[in-house]
């Protein structure tokens, strides 16, 4: 496996320009979006590349009308102006014209959460999962790591229909250093442990294991869930995964309580009658302007590890004992 | 008096074309089935449908686009981009008439059951995409023209608007890319007749040079008396011809709510619903 950690994108980029050379049927769309792969791409298939400019409701529009010609498209920009600056043509001539007319199209958001550190509330982005989840007939997948992102490329690139992939911007440490997960579950169970289970996606998985590595130090063991696909995961499986722990703890890079993955928890955990109680990490308040490093940012906003570890050791003093939980079984 | 030709210039496709002197008749037995329409269906936007009856009517019937009924979405066909929904209803006969689907449809238009709604879905064999939602069809045309372009065919995009849709940004973007991409299958069909919900678009915000914005971004525009259909006819026929490494525009002036007194050219003509007596009146008097 690859030992050296890259951006994502790029190893999403690089599998795209291998791919280009045997399937004449990928177009690759940006909106003034770039990197050192794509310019290999440019280079390589001038025909099936296309810069649309600062303009990302033609992004979509032109991905739309490629994709009803049976091109497989990539459209590319910044996570938030390739969700938010034209949810409304996401809407029209993707979500809902695929209901009728076959399409191939998978939206590549590169700066998930703060990834963009120093560049504020525009280029951040804490609300497309939320926006995203509330349109049918899109997958979203948020990957942790470049080894993940770079497998997830044939799920896009053979799945028919509509995907949103969130990338981080900057360069993330490899989870998956020995063997790719399991992409058709759609989550991955990093590690188990006793009484909480962490569920993180994208960047908090990397956070979830600073934070279960300190607790562990203090002889709690927690488990980690990587979930990769929001949308499309293996549901059965993800509640055996989580039945035995008391409490969930979700972990996101985006605002808290506003339909994110933790309502998607809620709402999981509620349909399934599961016998258990949760936590949210998510980012609190509002718009913020202050500079920092990303560490320093998440916790101002309750979601770096030293807030983590006080918010989550204060949430397992809340938790039943096991005992307890067995008695609530019992009466039940 | 009609006929049905194969022409042999389009590779065997299918491809109805009829004599032209009866072009006119057609429209006139458009625009009376349109209001029948509109009469037992009042949720339908008639004044905005009435409009570019004529438009239709030369790329549907003067053998302008290459299409087949029987097979909507056989990759041979010419690409007609309805992007002004709601105002296209008077496409409901012209595809009944075609064979898109039967006639009988007709009585369902926004009833239960049916297909035909208030404003027209992708579900209607016909229609390409999602057109309620107004500034879609350009940019979504200029996709499938660029993918035209690459796949190497040598069919024809048309996108029809309305001239109020063209407040919508979008299309600008649009625009743009289209010139820049020298996209010369594409065409853009404006249905201008100047009025959109509230009033007249010139009063809102003013589109009183519709040509030279166009063709300052880089468009072959032409203007037209959108309700002369031999002439509509003829420019789509040049238009169609030109291969100049520009996307081609026609402006066809017409009026909103045309051929119904009270209704044309009223300032609220979009949200004025005739009462069924007034479009039997004005049927009688319109009678063949």
Known sequence: ?332 | MLRQTTNDEYQGHPMISHELSSLPEKAKWVWRETLKVHRHAPETRIASSLSPIEIFVALYYGGILRFDPQNPREEQRDRCIISKGHGSICMYPILADLGFFPASELDRVCKAGGFLGGIPDPIIPGYETVNGSLGHGMGVGTGVALGLKVKKSDRSVFVVTGDGELHEGANWEAFMFASHHKLDNLHLIVDDNQISMLGQTNNIVSHSSLTARLQAFGWDCTEVDGHDVLAVREALLSMKAKSEGKPKALLARTKKGHGVPSLEGADLAHIMNPKPEWIDTVLEANNE
């Open chain 1, 1 to 332: 496996m690859n030992n050296r950690p890259i951006a994502m994108r790029d190893a999403f980029l690089d599998r795209i320009c291998q791919t280009m050379a045997e399937d004449d049927r990928i177009f690759f769309v940006t909106a003034d979006f770039g990197s050192p792969v794509l310019d290999r791409i440019r280079a390589q298939f001038p025909d099936r590349f296309a810069n649309v400019g600062i303009a990302e409701q033609n992004l979509i529009n032109v991905s739309s009308g490629l994709a009803i010609e049976g091109f497989k498209v990539f459209s590319y920009a910044i996570a938030p102006f390739i969700t938010m600056r034209c949810y409304e043509q996401i809407r029209v001539n993707l979500a809902l014209l695929s209901e009728v007319r076959p399409m191939n199209v998978t939206l590549v958001g590169v700066g998930a959460g703060y990834s963009y550190v120093v560049s504020g509330p525009t280029h951040q982005c804490y609300e497309d999962l939320t926006i995203m989840r509330a349109l049918p007939n899109i997958a979203i997948y948020s990957p942790s790591d470049h080894v993940t992102t770079a497998a997830l490329f044939d799920q896009c690139l053979e799945n028919k229909g509509l995907k949103y992939l969130r990338l981080d911007a900057q360069v993330l440490p490899i989870v998956y250093d020995s063997a790719v997960p399991d992409l058709a579950r759609g989550f991955n169970v990093h590690r188990s442990g006793n009484d909480v289970c962490f569920v993180a996606t994208g960047y908090m998985l990397h956070t979830a294991m600073k934070v279960a590595d300190e607790l562990a130090a203090s002889g709690i063991n927690v488990g980690i869930i990587d979930l990769f696909d929001i949308s499309r995961f293996d549901a059965d499986k993800l509640q055996v995964a989580l039945a035995s722990y008391a409490g969930i703890v979700t972990m996101e890079e985006g605002f808290r309580g506003r339909g994110g993955i933790d309502s998607m928890m809620f709402e999981f955990i509620a349909r399934r009658g599961m016998n258990t109680r949760m936590f949210n990490i998510g980012v609190e308040g509002g718009y913020r302007f202050e500079l920092g490093t990303r560490i320093e940012l998440h916790e101002q906003v309750g979601i770096g590890p030293q807030a983590v570890i006080a918010s989550v050791t204060e949430f397992m003093r809340t938790l039943p004992t096991t005992a307890e939980r067995s008695m609530s079984y019992s009466n039940n």
